[in-house]
């Protein structure tokens, strides 16, 4: 059925198909690490995301230079695709509030 194998994207994350697993394997579109590497980042804060991946320096990057897309980019990478536009908004809206 896979014999060639495809990958159909779906936002950041790519579904790889090939011949050796005809369940598919998950890969992230970036880095390309099984998303069983990834950390559980369930029952952390947005903070302790950000450090566990290595993202905070990313983030307030974005954030001092309003860059809405990008922050949205970076809060995607830490699972939090239904609140990263709310996240970003909040903290583009009052920055002081959040330390920025």
Do not use: Q
């Amino acid at each position: 059925m896979f014999a060639k194998g495809y990958t159909v994207r779906i936002g950041v994350i790519s579904v790889c198909f090939r011949p050796c697993s005809p369940l598919g394997s998950l890969r992230t579109a970036a880095g390309g690490k099984s998303v069983k590497d990834k950390p559980d980042y369930s029952g952390m804060t947005v903070n302790e995301r950000l450090y566990e991946a290595g993202l905070l320096d990313a983030w307030d990057e974005a954030v001092r230079g309003g860059n809405r897309s990008r922050m949205i980019e970076v809060l995607l990478e830490v699972d939090l695709a239904h609140d990263a536009e709310p996240i970003s908004d909040a903290v583009l809206a009052n920055p002081k509030f959040y330390g920025f």
